[in-house]
């Protein structure tokens, strides 16, 4: 690996995962000279700049080294993982964060007059996929002889062109299924965007920025799912009320001047605040409750 001391990191340049990956670097301080129509963005903010390409070449930039970190989808670093494996090498990079957005799944998909029960049923039928490592594996794990057939897009029309009995392909709304007429049976992968990285870690000034940058990112994860919650109670009611929200860090508590019994909390919780858990609080004995977005975290 030749000595950098910017980072890189490969992203999708148009698709699903570009706006959610570029507001995810933007939360973690990054400000890059936008070019979208450019491969590469310069970064201001911080030595780390940004390339723009397609979401199946981000795990073979990192392999080469052209990146260091990528995000791109579980599916598409698996499909490849296990396209080293059977050439007998081993995979140059791997996960290292699960992001939280672009969720969907990899589903086997068939025609909706086909009576699906069971895998045994796919036996020596042709299913069609972008994804023949993951299928073949799903396959072969399911003790199931089928025709793979590696189509590279357009694989939802491959029933009706007759050139496949059935699909496996990516499903998030179900909207590309049901315009062809075809229904999910099985779920071969559930996945979302990733953070991706090369099994070696850099030798150099990167290794510190690819550390801070798994920090911020953690932090911006965090943030997304808490609430800091405020409220005040009699002490005896503490730990019932506690109870009833969200787990989270333990709460601070402090006591209100001139009223002996009653303290004031505030507590982070890691997961949606509803009217419900609002209301069960009140009967718990809690009064004067907040809810409050946090903006930004770091452990
Ligand atoms: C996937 C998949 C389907 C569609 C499903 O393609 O191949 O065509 O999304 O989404 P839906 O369930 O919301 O309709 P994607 O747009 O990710 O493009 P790519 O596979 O070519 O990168
Ligand atoms: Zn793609």
């Known amino acids: 690996m030749s000595a950098r001391d910017r980072l890189r990191i490969a992203i999708q340049k148009s698709g699903r995962l570009s706006d959610a990956s570029i507001d995810l670097l933007a939360r973690c301080g990054l400000k890059f000279r936008r070019s979208r129509d450019?491969?590469?963005?310069?970064?201001e903010s911080l030595p780390v700049d940004l390339l723009l390409v397609r979401d199946d070449d981000v795990p073979g930039m990192i392999a080469q080294g052209v990146c260091d970190l990528g995000i791109v989808g579980r599916n598409v670093l698996l499909e490849q993982a296990l396209d080293s494996a059977n050439a007998g090498d081993g995979a140059?990079?791997?996960?290292?964060?699960?992001l939280g957005f672009g969720h969907c799944r990899l589903a086997l998909a068939v025609p909706e007059e086909f009576a699906y029960a069971d895998a045994a049923q796919l036996g020596g039928l042709r299913i069609a996929t972008s994804?023949?490592?993951?299928?073949a594996d799903w396959l072969r794990r399911a003790g199931v002889q089928a025709a793979v057939v590696t189509l590279s897009g357009s694989v939802e029309i491959a029933p009706r062109l007759g050139t496949a009995d059935c699909i496996c392909d990516l499903v998030s709304s179900g909207a590309t299924l049901a315009a062809n007429q075809l229904r999910e049976a099985a779920i071969i992968l559930e996945s979302e965007a990733v953070l991706a990285a090369?099994?070696?870690?850099?030798?150099?000034?990167?290794?510190?920025?690819?550390?801070?940058?798994?920090?911020?990112?953690?932090?911006?994860?965090?943030?997304r799912v808490s609430k800091l919650v405020m409220w005040q109670s009699p002490r005896a009611a503490l730990d019932a009320i506690t109870r009833l929200l969200p787990q989270g860090q333990r709460p601070t508590v402090t006591s209100i001047e001139g009223q002996d019994n009653q303290v004031s909390v505030q507590a982070i919780c890691n997961g949606a605040i509803t009217w419900q858990h609002l209301e069960d609080m009140q009967r718990a004995g809690a009064r004067?409750?907040?809810?409050l977005p946090v903006e930004q975290m770091l452990a």
Request: hydrophobic share 50%.
């Open 288 to 291: 004067q409750m907040l809810v």
């Open 92 to 98: 140059a990079f791997r996960e290292v964060r699960a």
């Open 198 to 223: 090369g099994t070696l870690s850099p030798a150099d000034a990167r290794a510190e920025l690819i550390d801070m940058l798994l920090r911020r990112i953690d932090g911006v994860i965090q943030v």
């Open 38 to 43: 450019k491969l590469f963005c310069f970064g």
């Open 131 to 135: 994804y023949p490592n993951l299928l």
